[in-house]
């Protein structure tokens, strides 16, 4: 652009303090919102080392955008890539409306810069159109049945910079038509700084500081403080982080695709949970009183959740679905809101019997009687945690007999706990903190009267609740789950290979919580091929039982347990396995149901490793 008329530098000031000011003005009570909610209680940003990694991988990098939508993920990632590239050069070219420069386009720098840019806008450009396609013509359901309009508009506002800048870099034209480019530019450039608070694309500015101000934790609870917090209830119990991830989402919709709930009719999408806060936030405020649950979050969604955590994985801009969810559920069950015939009866059951079943103790100890399983008295090496289902359930406890048989084969001694409680692990998803200390500091009392080297259990659930959850009240456990123990110690038991084929369930709480795919895979390979499901690994399908779920009676829609029984079944191997006595359960009836006559057998890999052992006689 040749040397502007000063009146023109004059409109380009005028025009971008109109813009400036547009985007600052909508932006300044979206922060205020956010700096005005509660601090987040025992947030701390160590180890600054991780955040940075994070920071790199997940937002210059953009590792998962592209991993779980490798197309349109790299479309995505190009576009983002390109904002960077063009940083300078929309400096650059605002500059040249006041008839200065900040790079000199035939300096050694400057054609470098301006010559990478070319690439990233090309790029840019082609990914755009990709996107636009894609969300109009396309239309996957994930992304929503309305049409945005607004997302169109912005996407031709990118495609014009992208294209204006390709003219210019090109051409070098200095006439009319090269002056009518620039302008078109920049027109481009200063309407659509305004647009980003006031629509989705606010995640270009907030979803880096949502990324870098993780929890550090895959769906991490934060702790309650004091004796008035109950959890999510009015907007004054939103925290700063629930508040800025609110305003972070992109709506993609990836949650959406991979929730359960929502695949299966409920009335829960884990977006729309985010995008109600947003709403609420918008509406009312972080320091109002009025209750989260209602006009904008449906309280039946928030209990519909089965804690799988895929929501939480799947997103690319740092939400963290769960804490969110699950303090709506505190805030309503803690406040006493929340009223549900199964739910009542649950914690009944977990503050007089100390288990979800409703059992009394007796059972469980006729149970090690039979069975001659010892009692831990601190010579053992471990520690064996049976759980609810271990101890109660007839199928955990095939499970516990399994691997005990596999503990007396190697020589490895062992003991159980007399007297043990439920981990609380269903009070704590379901939103009961008075039950779950209850139960977590029960537990804890007994565990530390007898000081276990090493403990072991065959359900995941416990794993969690008692290695993460319950490090708020002072335990410090490494419990191991049977899966990795049986992958370690398996060279050790007699080989037995067959021709047989088991199709993998990964269990949610052993997957994407414990981040263990590869070791059930071990086991079952020393006995037979391991088929895999379409969903497997980090994108298993849940069970249907985590988050309480198990115990709350029938669902609305289809049932999870058989959306996933079916694919399951599908892969057409003779046996299921399993690596959670939950997952054993809810697909016990469900294998039945959707293959009848001729469903395949169900095992824990611990029953799988087990038939290689010789029989006892």
């Known amino acids: 652009m040749s040397q502007p008329p000063f009146f023109e530098s004059v409109l380009v000031l005028l025009a971008l303090a109109l813009s400036a000011g547009g985007f600052f003005w909508r932006l300044q009570p979206i922060l205020r919102t956010i700096l005005r909610a509660k601090p987040d209680p025992g947030f701390t940003l160590a180890p600054l080392g991780r955040r940075v990694w994070d920071f790199f991988w997940e937002v210059m990098c953009q590792a998962l955008v592209i991993k779980e939508r490798p197309l349109p993920g790299l479309a995505h990632a190009f576009v983002f890539w390109a904002f960077c590239a063009f940083a300078l050069v929309t400096v650059d070219h605002l500059l040249r409306g006041f008839s200065l420069h900040l790079l000199d386009p035939d300096g050694f720098f400057g054609r470098i810069y ?161 995008l109600g806060l947003r709403s609420y936030l918008n509406e009312f405020g972080s320091q109002s009183e009025q209750p989260l649950l209602g006009k904008y979050i449906s309280q039946e969604a928030a209990f519909q959740c089965t804690t799988c955590g895929c929501c939480e994985y799947q997103c690319p801009v740092g939400i963290e679905h769960l804490p969110i969810i699950i303090g709506l559920r505190r805030g309503a069950t803690n406040t006493g809101k929340w009223e549900d015939q199964y739910g009542g009866k649950l914690f009944n059951n977990l503050e007089r019997y100390g288990n979800p079943l409703g059992l009394s103790q007796n059972e469980r100890d006729k149970f090690l009687q039979k069975n001659e399983i010892p009692v831990y008295d601190g010579s053992q090496e471990y520690l064996l945690w049976l759980g609810c289902m271990g101890s109660y359930d007839s199928q955990g406890r095939e499970v516990v007999l399994s691997l005990v048989r596999i503990l007396r084969y190697l020589n490895i001694t062992y003991g159980v706990l007399k007297k043990e409680r439920c981990t609380g692990d269903s009070a704590r998803r379901l939103g009961n903190d008075l039950a779950f200390q209850q139960l977590a500091e029960y537990n804890l009392n007994n565990i530390k009267a007898v000081s276990p080297k090493k403990m072991l259990s065959i359900c995941p659930h416990c794993v969690r609740t008692m290695n993460t959850d319950w490090r708020e009240f002072g335990a410090d456990l490494a419990v191991e789950h049977h899966s990795t123990f049986l992958a370690r110690v398996g060279s050790q038991l007699p080989s037995a290979p067959t021709e047989e084929k088991v199709v993998y369930h990964d269990p949610c709480y052993l997957g994407r919580y414990l981040n263990t795919y590869d070791e059930p895979r071990a086991v079952i390979a020393q006995s037979a091929t391991v088929v895999e499901a379409p969903k497997n690994r980090e994108r298993s399908f849940c069970c249907g039982a985590g988050g309480g779920l198990a115990f709350l009676g029938e669902e609305h ?19 299921v396995g399993v690596a959670c006595p939950f997952c054993n359960t809810m697909f016990k009836d469900a294998i039945k149901t959707v293959s009848p006559g001729q469903e395949p057998k169900l095992l824990d890999i611990a029953q799988i490793a087990a038939a290689r052992l010789p029989v006892v006689q």
Request: proline fraction near 4%; charged fraction near 15%; include cysteine.
């Open 114 to 274: 301006f010559g990478l840019a070319m690439l990233f806008a090309v790029a840019c450009a082609v990914s755009i159109a990709g996107l636009f396609v894609r969300r109009f013509l396309v239309r996957p359901k994930w992304l929503g049945e309305k049409v945005s309009v607004e997302s169109g508009f912005i996407a031709g506002l990118i495609f014009s910079l992208m294209v204006t800048y390709l003219y210019e870099y090109f051409t070098h034209d200095s006439g009319a038509i090269g002056h009518a480019n620039w302008w078109l530019h920049t027109a481009s450039l200063l309407i659509f700084m305004p647009l980003i608070p006031h629509t989705k694309h606010l995640h270009l500015v907030l979803s880096p500081a949502t990324v870098f101000l993780s929890r550090g934790e895959f769906s991490k609870i934060p702790p309650l403080v004091g004796d008035e917090d109950f959890g999510l209830d009015t907007g004054k119990d939103v925290t700063q982080l629930a508040a800025l991830q609110a305003y972070s989402c992109v709506e993609c919709g990836r949650c959406t695709e991979f929730c359960p709930a929502t695949n299966t009719g409920k009335e829960l999408n884990p977006k729309e949970i985010i």
């Open 557 to 575: 829609g289809t049932r999870v347990n058989e959306t996933r029984a079916k694919e399951l079944v599908a892969t057409g191997a003779s046996t």
